[in-house]
Protein backbone atom coordinates (compact mmCIF):
# COMPACT_ATOMS: atom_id res chain seq x y z
CA UNK A 1 0.00 0.00 0.00
CA UNK A 2 1.32 3.22 -1.23
CA UNK A 3 2.07 5.85 2.16
CA UNK A 4 1.32 9.71 2.07
CA UNK A 5 3.16 11.64 -1.06
CA UNK A 6 3.65 14.93 -1.49
CA UNK A 7 5.04 17.30 -4.59
CA UNK A 8 7.70 18.73 -4.98
CA UNK A 9 9.67 17.47 -2.55
CA UNK A 10 11.85 20.90 -2.66
CA UNK A 11 10.63 24.65 -3.89
CA UNK A 12 12.77 27.97 -4.38
CA UNK A 13 10.67 30.24 -5.37
CA UNK A 14 10.82 34.59 -5.05
CA UNK A 15 9.20 36.60 -2.02
CA UNK A 16 5.81 37.50 -3.63
CA UNK A 17 5.50 34.50 -5.63
CA UNK A 18 3.18 31.61 -5.50
CA UNK A 19 3.59 28.41 -4.69
CA UNK A 20 1.25 25.23 -4.26
CA UNK A 21 2.00 22.19 -2.89
CA UNK A 22 0.38 18.80 -3.29
CA UNK A 23 -0.36 15.52 -1.11
CA UNK A 24 -1.75 12.45 -1.59
CA UNK A 25 -3.09 10.93 1.58
CA UNK A 26 -3.29 7.02 2.15
CA UNK A 27 -6.06 5.66 0.04
CA UNK A 28 -9.12 5.35 2.50
CA UNK A 29 -7.65 8.10 4.92
CA UNK A 30 -10.78 10.80 5.08
CA UNK A 31 -8.41 12.57 7.81
CA UNK A 32 -5.76 14.91 6.22
CA UNK A 33 -3.46 17.42 8.01
CA UNK A 34 -0.99 19.62 7.17
CA UNK A 35 1.56 20.58 8.97
CA UNK A 36 5.06 22.68 9.24
CA UNK A 37 8.36 23.02 10.62
CA UNK A 38 10.08 26.32 10.36
CA UNK A 39 14.11 26.00 11.36
CA UNK A 40 14.82 25.62 14.77
CA UNK A 41 11.57 25.20 16.18
CA UNK A 42 8.65 22.37 16.39
CA UNK A 43 6.26 20.63 14.06
CA UNK A 44 3.07 23.23 14.25
CA UNK A 45 -0.23 21.75 12.90
CA UNK A 46 -1.88 23.72 10.02
CA UNK A 47 -5.51 22.35 9.08
CA UNK A 48 -7.41 19.49 9.26
CA UNK A 49 -9.57 17.69 6.78
CA UNK A 50 -12.54 15.37 6.90
CA UNK A 51 -12.70 14.12 3.48
CA UNK A 52 -13.45 18.19 1.25
CA UNK A 53 -14.37 19.42 4.45
CA UNK A 54 -12.24 21.46 6.24
CA UNK A 55 -12.54 21.18 10.14
CA UNK A 56 -9.93 22.99 11.98
CA UNK A 57 -7.60 25.85 10.05
CA UNK A 58 -6.77 27.31 13.47
CA UNK A 59 -2.98 26.78 13.08
CA UNK A 60 -3.40 28.44 9.81
CA UNK A 61 -0.50 31.72 9.89
CA UNK A 62 -2.23 34.34 7.52
CA UNK A 63 -5.07 34.57 4.54
CA UNK A 64 -1.74 34.24 2.39
CA UNK A 65 -2.08 30.25 2.74
CA UNK A 66 -5.25 28.74 1.47
CA UNK A 67 -5.78 24.83 1.65
CA UNK A 68 -8.00 22.79 -1.07
CA UNK A 69 -9.11 19.36 -1.00
CA UNK A 70 -11.55 18.95 -4.24
CA UNK A 71 -13.41 15.45 -4.01
CA UNK A 72 -11.89 14.36 -0.73
CA UNK A 73 -8.97 12.85 -1.99
CA UNK A 74 -5.68 14.95 -2.39
CA UNK A 75 -5.15 18.17 -1.35
CA UNK A 76 -2.67 21.53 -2.20
CA UNK A 77 -1.86 24.28 -0.02
CA UNK A 78 -0.96 27.91 -1.86
CA UNK A 79 1.21 30.32 -0.60
CA UNK A 80 0.16 33.35 -2.15
CA UNK A 81 2.08 35.43 -2.12
CA UNK A 82 4.91 33.54 -0.56
CA UNK A 83 7.41 35.75 2.02
CA UNK A 84 10.76 35.12 3.78
CA UNK A 85 9.34 33.99 6.47
CA UNK A 86 7.17 31.18 4.55
CA UNK A 87 9.98 29.15 4.63
CA UNK A 88 10.32 25.50 6.16
CA UNK A 89 8.92 21.77 5.58
CA UNK A 90 5.41 21.48 5.20
CA UNK A 91 4.60 18.09 6.10
CA UNK A 92 0.87 16.40 5.07
CA UNK A 93 -0.41 13.45 7.24
CA UNK A 94 -3.38 11.27 7.20
CA UNK A 95 -4.89 8.96 9.02
CA UNK A 96 -8.44 6.93 8.63
CA UNK A 97 -10.04 7.43 11.66
CA UNK A 98 -9.85 11.17 13.95
CA UNK A 99 -8.13 9.38 17.03
CA UNK A 100 -6.22 7.14 14.73
CA UNK A 101 -2.46 7.11 14.21
CA UNK A 102 -1.59 9.61 11.49
CA UNK A 103 0.89 9.03 8.70
CA UNK A 104 3.41 11.26 7.02
CA UNK A 105 4.49 11.95 4.15
CA UNK A 106 8.22 12.96 3.43
CA UNK A 107 7.39 16.54 3.35
CA UNK A 108 7.73 19.55 0.75
CA UNK A 109 11.12 21.97 1.45
CA UNK A 110 10.38 25.64 0.26
CA UNK A 111 12.61 28.00 0.60
CA UNK A 112 11.40 31.93 -0.08
CA UNK A 113 14.34 33.69 -1.40
CA UNK B 1 3.73 28.78 23.78
CA UNK B 2 5.33 25.30 23.10
CA UNK B 3 3.42 22.65 25.29
CA UNK B 4 5.71 19.76 24.44
CA UNK B 5 9.09 20.02 25.34
CA UNK B 6 11.94 17.47 24.28
CA UNK B 7 15.18 19.63 26.46
CA UNK B 8 18.16 17.31 25.32
CA UNK B 9 18.80 17.89 21.55
CA UNK B 10 20.80 15.06 21.12
CA UNK B 11 21.87 12.14 22.65
CA UNK B 12 24.83 9.72 21.63
CA UNK B 13 24.61 6.15 23.06
CA UNK B 14 26.71 3.22 22.01
CA UNK B 15 25.40 0.18 20.52
CA UNK B 16 23.84 -2.12 22.82
CA UNK B 17 23.67 0.28 25.60
CA UNK B 18 19.85 1.49 26.38
CA UNK B 19 18.68 4.87 25.18
CA UNK B 20 16.60 6.99 27.02
CA UNK B 21 14.61 10.01 25.39
CA UNK B 22 12.89 12.08 27.09
CA UNK B 23 10.05 14.47 26.82
CA UNK B 24 7.67 16.81 29.54
CA UNK B 25 4.29 18.63 28.42
CA UNK B 26 2.48 21.51 29.96
CA UNK B 27 -0.95 21.16 28.76
CA UNK B 28 -2.87 18.83 31.52
CA UNK B 29 -5.45 17.79 29.09
CA UNK B 30 -3.20 15.79 26.98
CA UNK B 31 -4.37 12.25 27.15
CA UNK B 32 -2.27 10.48 24.28
CA UNK B 33 1.13 11.07 23.76
CA UNK B 34 3.13 9.28 20.52
CA UNK B 35 6.95 9.51 19.25
CA UNK B 36 7.83 9.98 16.02
CA UNK B 37 11.48 8.79 14.18
CA UNK B 38 12.62 10.75 11.57
CA UNK B 39 15.33 9.98 8.89
CA UNK B 40 16.64 12.90 7.22
CA UNK B 41 14.53 13.59 3.88
CA UNK B 42 12.19 11.92 5.29
CA UNK B 43 8.74 12.38 7.08
CA UNK B 44 8.11 11.61 10.93
CA UNK B 45 7.67 7.74 10.88
CA UNK B 46 5.25 6.77 14.07
CA UNK B 47 6.89 4.74 16.61
CA UNK B 48 4.75 3.66 19.60
CA UNK B 49 2.06 5.25 21.81
CA UNK B 50 0.94 5.20 24.97
CA UNK B 51 -2.55 6.59 26.46
CA UNK B 52 -3.10 8.21 29.65
CA UNK B 53 -4.73 5.25 31.35
CA UNK B 54 -1.23 3.52 30.75
CA UNK B 55 1.99 3.86 32.54
CA UNK B 56 3.97 1.96 30.05
CA UNK B 57 3.43 0.89 26.37
CA UNK B 58 6.43 -1.93 25.33
CA UNK B 59 7.16 -2.80 21.59
CA UNK B 60 10.09 -5.11 20.89
CA UNK B 61 13.22 -2.98 22.03
CA UNK B 62 11.13 0.11 22.41
CA UNK B 63 9.41 1.03 25.64
CA UNK B 64 7.46 4.11 26.41
CA UNK B 65 6.85 5.62 30.19
CA UNK B 66 4.38 7.94 31.37
CA UNK B 67 4.33 9.69 34.39
CA UNK B 68 1.29 12.37 34.62
CA UNK B 69 1.94 13.23 38.19
CA UNK B 70 5.04 14.59 36.71
CA UNK B 71 3.77 15.34 33.27
CA UNK B 72 6.87 13.39 31.92
CA UNK B 73 7.13 10.57 29.53
CA UNK B 74 10.18 8.98 28.14
CA UNK B 75 11.02 6.53 25.34
CA UNK B 76 14.05 3.46 25.82
CA UNK B 77 15.42 1.81 23.29
CA UNK B 78 17.57 -1.76 24.41
CA UNK B 79 19.44 -2.71 23.02
CA UNK B 80 20.17 0.72 20.59
CA UNK B 81 21.27 -0.21 17.20
CA UNK B 82 22.93 2.18 14.53
CA UNK B 83 19.62 1.85 12.53
CA UNK B 84 18.13 3.59 15.24
CA UNK B 85 20.11 7.00 14.70
CA UNK B 86 17.22 8.97 13.77
CA UNK B 87 15.84 12.58 14.97
CA UNK B 88 13.02 11.26 17.59
CA UNK B 89 9.66 13.19 18.22
CA UNK B 90 7.53 13.23 20.62
CA UNK B 91 3.94 14.62 20.28
CA UNK B 92 0.73 14.59 22.51
CA UNK B 93 -2.74 15.55 21.84
CA UNK B 94 -6.05 15.45 23.84
CA UNK B 95 -8.83 12.82 23.79
CA UNK B 96 -11.10 15.18 21.53
CA UNK B 97 -8.25 16.66 19.50
CA UNK B 98 -6.65 15.52 16.39
CA UNK B 99 -4.13 18.04 15.80
CA UNK B 100 -0.26 16.56 17.11
CA UNK B 101 1.35 18.58 19.54
CA UNK B 102 5.38 18.24 18.88
CA UNK B 103 8.55 19.14 21.13
CA UNK B 104 11.47 20.14 18.87
CA UNK B 105 12.96 16.66 18.77
CA UNK B 106 16.32 14.66 19.90
CA UNK B 107 18.89 13.89 17.52
CA UNK B 108 19.73 10.11 18.56
CA UNK B 109 23.59 8.86 17.37
CA UNK B 110 24.39 5.14 18.01
CA UNK B 111 27.49 4.39 17.57
CA UNK B 112 28.79 1.29 16.87
Known amino acids: EAGVTQFPSHSVIEKGQTVTLRCDPI?????LYWYRRVMGKEIKFLLH????????ESGMPNNRFLAERTGGTYSTLKVQPAELEDSGVYFC???????????FGPGTRLLVL | DQQVKQNSPSLSVQEGRISILNCDYTNSMFDYFLWYKKYPAEGPTFLIS?????DKNEDGRFTVFLNKSAKHLSLHIVPSQPGDSAVYFCAARTNSGYALNFGKGTSLLVTP
Open chain 1, 27 to 31: SGHDN
Open chain 1, 49 to 56: FVKESKQD
Open chain 2, 50 to 54: ISSIE
Open chain 1, 93 to 103: ASSQGVVETQY
